[in-house]
């Protein structure tokens, strides 16, 4: 039995306390309460416990178990420049049995669902009184010499109608952490064999380093893949483990975890110390707030393609979907963001006309429509500075010939067959440039056999890439610009060079 599960007996040792408690954070984590029940759990739990004990705690663990307490709905006071150690023993001699949120904390808190302070921050976010959100739920009520008529004059009249639907609480997703624990057996040893092997296959770049989106749970997956390839059990693991951190990870595993702690442990530890709320704020600040333009801005990608910076967008977003565990999981979740991230971005437009409920194809729906954006933006720009002809994929010359003009081939003469001397007709010759539909790309085909919203989303798109350009995009120009592509719609191609 390790540490974790023993009882902590009449003269604890400080490594008895430290493994003890993190014990407990995990039995909080997988049981999954929070508001009073946690509550009435963590005081049953501590009840024996002075402020010197919880001093006695490793800053990182007395951090992470005060701020489990605080996500989950229990009000543990202001954390900037507070010790955690000492809140935890506040907490603990109050005389409530649940103690109460000041309405600017409680307004800024990010808590979990589950709990009372987190129906009552959603009633704040509705603009509700926070004397109303109070008596809805049992706080801030008068003294007991109070009568209830009194309390009822007191009082603003609560409005229902305004109250969300409480929100149940999270269950804990066995699928993403607590299967990756083994079970809870001692040490066994590794043999020079296996242990050989297992550090030749193991590269470097796939160790755990604690750095922000380095996920554990990620890195973890993938050792105990490796280890099951190479024969090393779970009450091995903890031996081959010490060869897949780096880091500042390595540095902690070295310091502050004992030598003879089992795999458990060691990964409960490195959870608690590396998987920190500071980090999990900024996952959730990028989760919530990554766009498109700010991904393109960022300067690791200066330089990418456009294809290329959307994968680093969608793998951001998987990541941080994953750091932030069982709050954010399944792919609602994942499609609503990223979509809030490309939904200004006139690049997809097309990707975004409806709700997709599969993230791989909406990542598909992406990356047509970027594409399409930049064939429509090379395909424009070709045409008006060039003469490109939309139909033909090679890239055009700098300087083409006159005869792509149509002003200058029908009113100046300016054909290179007139220099030639054959301004005849000639029967059965095509122009040198085929005209085709500027939405369609066929030969014969004009846009205005398709829908108006089709030829109105090609319309946006030329005035888009003409502001662009510093160039004209009124309605005049709009028509020229179709009859260069387009020709006219009752001629032939042979009939617009006669005289």
Request: with cysteine.
């Amino acid at each position: 039995m390790s540490l974790l599960d023993q009882d902590l007996g009449p003269d604890p040792t400080e490594v008895h306390r430290n493994s003890w408690a993190v014990g407990k954070l995990q039995d909080y984590t997988v049981r999954d309460f929070s508001g009073e029940d946690l509550f009435a759990l963590y005081c049953e739990d501590f009840n024996d416990w002075l402020n010197a004990d919880f001093n006695s705690l490793s800053t990182s663990i007395a951090n992470a178990l005060r701020d489990f307490l605080y996500r989950k709905g229990i009000y543990t006071g202001k954390k900037r420049g507070s010790n955690a150690a000492n809140q935890l023993y506040e907490v603990l001699t109050t005389e409530e049995d649940d103690p109460e949120w000041p309405e600017e904390a409680l307004r800024r808190a990010q808590l979990d669902p589950g709990s009372v302070a987190f129906e009552m921050k959603q009633l704040l976010q509705q603009k509700m009184p926070f004397s109303d959100v109070q008596a809805m739920y049992g706080y801030g009520q008068p003294s007991t010499t109070t009568t209830s008529a009194q309390m009822t004059t007191s009082t603003t009249p609560i409005n229902m109608s305004m109250a969300p639907t409480p929100v149940p609480a999270m269950p804990l997703d066995k699928g993403k952490s607590v299967h990756l624990l083994p079970a809870d057996t001692p040490n066994e040893p590794l043999d020079m064999h296996r242990a050989t092997a297992f550090q030749k296959a193991w590269k470097e770049k796939d160790s755990y380093t604690g750095k922000m989106y380095d996920v554990l749970d990620d890195r973890v997956r993938d050792f105990i893949s490796k280890c099951r390839i190479y024969g090393i059990g779970p009450s091995q693991y903890a031996h081959a483990f010490r060869w897949a951190v780096e880091g500042a990870a390595r540095d902690y595993c070295r310091s502050s975890i004992p030598e003879d702690a089992n795999f458990r442990t060691i990964y409960i530890m490195l959870k608690i110390h590396f998987d920190t709320e500071v980090n999990h704020s900024a996952y959730h600040n990028d989760f919530s707030g990554r766009t498109w333009e700010s991904t393109k801005s960022e300067p690791e990608n200066a330089g990418k393609a456009p294809m290329e910076i959307l994968d680093v967008m969608l793998e951001k977003f998987r990541l941080c979907q994953r750091a932030l565990g069982t709050r954010f999981a399944g792919e609602d979740h994942l499609v609503l963001a990223v979509t809030r991230a490309v939904r200004n971005s006139p690049e997809f437009d097309r990707a975004t006309d409806e709700y997709h409920d599969s993230f791989q194809i909406f990542c598909s729906k992406l990356r047509t429509s970027l594409n399409r954006y930049h064939e429509r933006a090379s395909r424009t720009f070709l045409t008006q500075n060039h003469g490109w002809d939309p139909g033909t994929k090679h890239v055009p010359q700098t300087n083409p010939p006159p005869s792509t003009h149509f002003v200058d081939r029908k009113y100046n003469g300016n054909d290179f067959r007139s220099r030639q001397g054959n301004n005849t007709k000639r029967v059965g010759h095509s122009s040198v440039r085929k005209k085709r539909c500027w939405i369609c790309g066929k030969e014969g085909h004009f846009s205005t056999q398709h829908s108006p919203d089709e030829q109105e989303q090609h319309k946006t798109d030329w005035r888009r890439q003409r502001h662009k350009a510093g160039r004209q995009y009124n309605a005049t120009e709009y028509t020229q610009f179709l009859m260069e592509i387009e020709g006219e719609e009752t001629l032939s191609d042979d009939d617009q060079f006669e005289d």
